[in-house]
Each structure stands twice: as structure tokens, then as C-alpha cells.
């Protein structure tokens, strides 16, 4: 059977434009036709659209449209995803795929001394002077050219030279190491402002600006100057140095905001300043010296600041004027945090307008600053209700911000087990209080009577909230958290690999589908540490291990699936609050989009991943016996005697229950009454549960810097910023996944041993 294969129309160069209906289109630029089937590698289409278009392979992203939607653009960034998107278009036999060029991103130098600088983006090992004096000389004498520039801010290690008819690739050496003469290093500078004031007679647009110009001027030209008047009529300015005559005067123009310049002595006989001193730039002028490198590089450190400016301007800034301007051209970029906040009641206003059943609400403290924020669309909600089992994850993310807030989310399971985002929340904290109004809210977005188990840390207090808002719900402990807490609790004098064989034994009684397993493990703990045997005792573990638990949590024992969300947020937690919960609902939009998409490929009547689980536990059907004891019940002899109900859809084996995909014993049932393990298979895992769970979409939201008209009785919210700052220092990284195990460890069901199963046991 031949290959899916497509005709990719590669666009680069235009730009794309967003329509009323919140779709994109595209337009200007060049397109090329390539012929691409699902043999060819992500690496092999990426250098035949590079060698098109001439650009280069590690500035290049690739993206394209989702049949039927053009609103979310789908990136494609390795051979699966381009094997995913020849399939999505393979009836079309055509897709649009746009090509984009990134500016290059400095490599990773976070682990380094905090003394590099992103103009140092080049081997650190300098090359010796008298090689350096020797490509010098050669350039004198021979004709040479370059491939690349020598660019002291470049992020190219190689440079490629011709010297004559030779072809020589020599290292990138900064243009400092080479000239260190005062009139290079402040080249850029002087051809940008030199002539920033020109003379009496010019105008400016205001007194702010005048200044600008000024403090350009002087840093040009290398000399430093202090206010004589200052206000917003008149500016006069004089030379720093005692006796030398340079001094200008500018006032504003009879009936308009424009500042002209009166007087000016252009004359210095001072020499100026060898290096000034940065009280000539002031933030704002460091903002706008940094903006574009910033955007560049958004982890541009206050360290580098001072020293790339003291390079290219000859300006020495302290520590705090490069923070506070690398501040103010985030801000630029980004937006104003404060003014963020001021929106956030326009931004929740455009969710339940574009999103019809969402629910987006917040509330604030007496004082008018933020307290919570509540999110969740109806698509996750209508998603969840029809398609996802019963089961809720509670987790919590502390968000790097500039205000050090927290997001709370709750999570599902989808048919497929991949994680399905449900509900979030930025609270000021993470306390008890927030928690509660949390599942409040969460409570009257989820209207269903049916019973659900959340699965959260112990440690969230939440027990009682649980109880109280969903009543005959269940509270399932997070295994991960448990074994954490464990062993902070209990940190006795033993070897790591004792530790591991405890957590070993605490995972195999966790899982452990009946109650004699579950006590032989404990056995097991204790023969090892008593300690750690009455500590897991009075964990109540009725809240956490299989045998034990009265609820239905399908084998899911820890609430790992916040990751999702922490890995969304790493992304945009320095953005202010309604960018960033933006980003989020982003996210959410393609995961669903891309979700229908793939499922609009599958074929069989289950999700893949439990049409592999039903197909496991067939393969040993064969060596089971079953007979019929009375009606229903019947009786399965292979090296167990198992008892399967066909009517309660009960196995003694208890992994029919846990799961909800029948056991080898209940299809070996199955299979001799003639009838399809299919119809035994709990609901959320058919095809047709998934897409349901997959079948709205999230809208996108209109700027909520320019609200709609709004009827003048209705009060506005004025919404500030929480009084919590983010500390001094370098933010603490939240650890995934536990301190020693986080995977399920094997069981013999002959021996009851771990780390083996029946096939390799040795009894």
C-alpha cells in the first residue's frame, strides 16, 4: 500500500493578518511547490526548503493550518509531527505550510559565570596575540573579504575569509580584541547621535524628548553636562567641567507643547570624559538602548547590560539603573503589569462573550488588589462531562512572576490517558482559604451529580473542603507526595538502597489490587524499618492504596498532570496576568485542536493506547479454563482461581474493577459466550467518549486594551496589583517526578517478589 503524500506550498515573507471571525490570513511573500510523502525526515524537508528559500536551517520554524481551522497555527518541529501533518491533509492532497525566520537565540549560558556577556557569545578562549597581529597584517596586505562580519554582538563562531584566491575559516574574534581604540569603541554611538542637536532654531516635540536628544547628544559625543533650569517650559544646560563654555537653552513656543532652542555655545574646551559616569543615562534611555536585544534575548541579564554598555557607549551603569531599565523595556514590550490587572475585568467580561457556558470571575481584597482569579472554558467543561472519567487531579504551580502568585488546576484523564486541562486559577497564595473558594467555583461550573474522585497532595489540607463542596466525593492521596513526605519525615541512618527497596515495597502495596497483597508489602516495610511501617499506618491509607480505596481512580495513584500546566507557565510566567492566562487558554485551544484532529484518523472502536492494554491482556487468554458455576458468575482456572460476574462486571482478581477494561479472566469469559470484549469496556475509552471530549473549541479573545462600549450604570472594578513582590535572588526550580521512584515496580504473581515477573521467576 503506498504512502499518504501531499503537495507542501512553502510560503516565507509575508504576514498574516486576523480577520473579524478570529481566523488568519496570509498574504505577500514567496511560495514554492515541494513534494513531500511520509518517507521523507523532519531534517531532509527542513534543507530542501532552506536550499529554496536560501535562509538558514537554525533560524527556520514551520508551521501550518489544522483542516477547517484557521485560527490556531500548528508547529511542526520533528518527523512525527510532519508525518502527522501529511495525514491531516492527505484527502486535500495540498497544504500551506508557512515559514518563518527566528532571530537567533544566544546559546544557554545560565550555568556560567554570571560575568558573561551576550556580546561574548564566542569561544572563551581568546587567540593569541600574535595570531591576532598576523590576521591583521594579512588583511593590510592581501585582498580579503568576509563571509560573515566580525560583529562583537554576533552569535557566529566561524568566520569564512578570503584572502586572495585562498578560502581560510578563522575564529570569530570580537571586534574589541582587535580595536581598543576610544574612537571605535563609541562608533555606534557617535554615528547614531552625533548630531542629535544641531543648533539654535531646532525643534522638538516636547520637553521630554529634548532631553532625550540630549542625553544622546552628550554620550556621542563624550561629554557630561547638569541642569542649570529645569522644568516643563525651559531647559538651560551647561558643561559638567568648571569653565568650559558649551551651554545650551531651549523653551517652549508661545501656545504649543513644542521646545525649541534658543541659545547654544557649541564650543567645548573641556576634553570631555574619558568614561562617564551613568548618571547621564537614566533609565529610560537604557530601556530604549536594550528594548530590541531584550526581545532578542528575554533572559538578558543586568550584569551583561553594564558591561555591553560600557562597551559600545563608554557609559558605566550601576546594577540597579541596568534592572530598572531592563524593567521598564520589558514593560515596553510586554505591557504594564499594573495596567494588566486594570483589564483583568475586561479580559473575563471577553471570555464569556466569545466562549458562550465559560466561566471566568475574580475577586479582590478591601484594599481593591488582586486576590483570585477563576478560569475555565466551556469547551473543557463540555469535554470533561461527556468524555472523561470521573476523576479530578488537583495540583498547584508557583508562578515566577514579578508578584509571586500561584496557579491552581484541576485536571482530567481523557479516554487516550493524556491529560485534559479541566480548570485553573492565579490566587495571591496558595492557602486553605484559596482552595475552598477554588472548588467553589469549581463546583458551580461542573453541575453533575455524578460522584468524582480527586486524586491531590495530603499535605493541601483539602480533605475537608472536598467533604463539604462535593458531597459523597472521594479523596484519593498523590503517591508521589506521600513517598516525599516519607521520607522528609523519616530520614534515618540508612543507604539509598535501602531507601529504594522501601519505596519499592510502598509502591507494590499502593498498587496492589487485593487487601493481602497490600498487607504483605507492609510486612516487607516493616521487617526493613518500623518507623517507616507506623508512619504509613497512620497515613490512612484508605486514601491512597488500590485494596483500600472506595472510590474509582482507575489505577491513577499520583496528580503528576499538573506538569502540563507547569510547563505552559515556565513559558509565560514574565508576562503580566491577562498575557499570560491568555497563553494558557492558547495552549489549551491547540491541544484540543490538534487532539480532534488525530482522532479523526483512528479507526478502531478504542483509543489506542487501551487497544493496546485490551490486546496485552488477550494474549493470555488461551491457557485459561472457565466454567459456569450459577447464572452469572463463572469460574476461571489457570495459575490462579479467579471468580468473574459477568452482570456487576466484577473479576476477585480486582483488575477489571480498577481499570475498567476487562482482565485476561473476564475476556476469557467473554470470548466463550460468544460475545465482544468491547461491550465490557467502560465508556470513556470508545472512540466515541474521546471525541466528544474533544469536541468544542476555545475562541479567541479580542484585546481587552480596547473594551466595547459599556452602559454607564455598570461599575468598572479597578483592579491593582497584590502587595506580594518577588523576592531578591534567583527564583527555586520545582522538582518533577519524586526523590526516588515514581514508576510502578514489577510483581511475580507466583512468588509475590518485585523487581521480576512470573515468566523469569526462579521458583
Not at 512553502?10 to 496570509?26: A, H, I, P, R, V
Not at 505552559?568 to 503580566?576: G, I, K, V, Y
Amino acid at each position: 500500500m503506498a504512502g499518504k503524500s501531499v503537495i507542501a506550498i512553502c510560503q516565507l515573507g509575508g504576514e498574516f493578518k486576523t480577520n473579524k471571525d478570529g481566523s488568519l490570513s496570509y498574504s505577500g511573500g514567496d511560495a514554492h511547490a515541494i513534494d513531500l510523502d511520509d518517507q521523507m525526515t523532519f531534517d531532509d524537508f527542513k534543507k530542501e526548503v532552506a536550499e529554496i528559500f536560501s535562509c538558514s536551517i537554525n533560524t527556520m520554524s514551520i508551521k501550518y493550518f489544522l483542516p477547517g481551522n484557521k485560527k490556531t497555527l500548528i508547529t511542526v518541529s520533528n518527523d512525527k509531527d510532519l508525518k502527522r501533518m501529511i495525514t491531516f491533509h492527505g484527502d486535500s492532497h495540498t497544504v500551506d505550510v508557512y515559514i518563518m525566520i527566528e532571530e537567533v537565540v544566544a546559546p544557554d549560558v545560565s550555568n556560567r559565570s554570571s560575568r558573561t556577556t551576550l556580546s561574548e557569545a564566542v569561544p572563551s578562549v581568546d587567540p593569541p596575540q600574535d595570531v591576532i597581529d598576523n590576521i591583521v597584517s594579512d588583511i593590510t596586505q592581501h585582498n580579503f573579504s568576509l563571509d560573515a562580519p566580525l560583529d562583537a554582538n554576533g552569535g557566529t563562531n566561524l568566520v569564512v575569509a578570503h584572502i586572495d584566491d585562498t578560502q581560510i575559516v578563522l575564529p570569530a574574534v570580537p571586534v574589541h580584541s582587535l580595536f581598543n581604540s576610544n574612537e571605535e569603541k563609541h562608533a555606534k554611538a557617535a554615528e547614531q547621535w552625533q548630531n542629535a542637536i544641531t543648533g539654535v532654531g531646532q525643534r522638538f516635540n516636547g520637553v521630554n524628548e529634548f532631553r532625550e536628544a540630549l542625553r544622546k547628544y552628550a554620550l556621542a559625543n563624550q561629554f557630561a553636562f547638569k541642569y542649570k533650569k529645569n522644568d516643563n517650559h525651559r531647559v538651560t544646560v551647561k558643561c559638567k567641567t568648571e569653565g568650559c563654555p558649551w551651554r545650551i537653552h531651549a523653551s517652549r513656543l508661545t501656545t504649543t507643547q513644542l521646545i525649541c532652542i534658543k541659545k547654544m555655545n557649541p564650543t567645548h574646551t573641556c576634553d570631555g570624559a574619558a568614561l562617564m559616569s551613568g548618571n547621564q543615562a537614566n533609565r529610560s534611555w537604557v530601556a530604549s538602548i536594550i528594548k530590541e536585544k531584550l526581545k532578542a534575548f528575554p533572559n538578558y541579564k543586568p550584569k551583561d547590560i553594564v558591561n555591553d554598555i560600557k562597551l559600545e557607549y563608554g557609559v558605566q551603569l550601576n546594577y540597579f539603573q541596568a534592572w530598572r531599565g531592563k524593567e521598564i523595556a520589558r514593560e515596553q514590550l510586554q505591557g504594564s503589569y499594573k495596567e494588566a490587572y486594570k483589564q483583568l475585568p475586561f479580559y473575563c467580561e471577553g471570555i464569556t462573550e466569545t466562549n458562550p457556558g465559560s466561566i471566568a470571575t475574580f475577586t479582590t481584597k478591601e484594599d481593591s488588589s488582586f486576590h483570585r482569579l477563576f478560569i475555565s472554558f466551556h469547551a473543557s467543561l463540555y469535554g470533561f462531562l461527556q468524555g472523561c472519567r470521573p476523576l479530578l487531579f488537583l495540583d498547584s504551580i508557583p508562578l515566577k512572576s514579578k508578584y509571586q502568585e500561584t496557579l491552581l488546576a484541576a485536571t482530567a484523564v481523557d479516554g487516550d490517558d493524556g491529560v485534559f486541562p479541566v480548570a485553573f486559577s492565579i490566587v495571591d497564595a496558595e492557602t486553605a482559604v484559596n482552595w475552598h473558594w477554588f472548588l467553589q467555583q469549581l463546583k458551580s461550573a461542573l453541575p453533575s451529580s455524578c460522584p468524582l474522585t480527586f486524586i491531590a497532595d495530603r499535605e493541601k489540607r483539602l480533605k475537608e473542603s472536598i467533604s463539604e463542596i462535593f458531597k459523597d466525593s472521594y479523596h484519593g492521596y498523590c503517591l508521589r507526595y506521600l513517598t516525599e513526605q516519607l521520607l522528609r519525615d523519616l530520614n534515618g541512618q540508612f543507604s539509598h538502597e535501602v531507601k529504594q527497596l522501601m519505596i519499592e515495597y510502598l509502591y507494590a502495596a499502593a498498587y496492589a489490587p487485593r487487601p493481602e497483597g497490600f498487607h504483605s508489602s507492609l510486612e516487607s516495610i516493616k521487617s526493613i524499618w518500623l518507623e517507616a511501617y507506623n508512619w504509613i499506618i497512620q497515613s490512612e491509607p484508605q486514601n491512597w492504596a488500590n485494596a483500600l480505596f472506595q472510590g474509582s481512580r482507575y489505577n491513577h495513584l499520583t496528580s503528576n498532570f499538573g506538569e502540563l500546566f507547569y510547563s505552559w507557565t515556565s513559558d509565560a510566567h514574565e508576562l503580566p496576568i491577562t498575557q499570560m492566562v491568555d497563553a494558557i487558554r492558547g495552549k489549551i485551544m491547540e491541544l484540543i485542536d490538534t487532539r480532534r484532529a488525530e482522532s479523526g484518523q483512528w479507526l478502531s472502536r478504542l483509543t489506542p493506547s487501551m487497544e493496546e492494554k485490551l490486546e496485552k491482556e488477550s494474549l493470555t487468554v488461551r491457557s485459561l479454563q472457565v466454567m459456569l458455576t450459577s447464572g452469572s458468575t463463572f469460574e476461571v482456572c489457570g495459575e490462579t482461581i479467579e471468580t468473574v460476574d459477568m452482570d456487576r462486571w466484577d473479576c476477585s482478581c480486582k483488575g477489571w474493577q480498577l481499570t475498567g477494561l476487562p482482565c485476561c479472566h473476564a475476556i476469557a469469559v467473554i470470548s466463550c459466550t460468544g460475545r465482544s470484549p468491547y461491550d465490557y469496556c467502560a465508556r470513556y475509552f470508545t472512540m466515541d467518549s474521546y471525541r466528544q471530549t474533544y469536541s468544542e473549541s476555545i475562541n479567541p479573545i479580542p484585546d481587552v486594551k480596547r473594551p466595547g462600549h459599556r452602559d454607564s450604570s455598570q461599575t468598572v472594578v479597578t483592579v491593582t496589583p497584590p502587595p506580594t513582590r518577588r523576592p531578591p535572588g534567583r527564583p527555586t526550580t520545582k522538582k518533577s517526578g519524586s526523590l526516588e521512584v515514581m514508576k510502578r515496580q514489577l510483581q511475580c504473581s507466583r512468588c509475590k517478589g518485585l523487581g521480576h515477573n512470573k515468566s523469569t521467576c526462579k521458583q
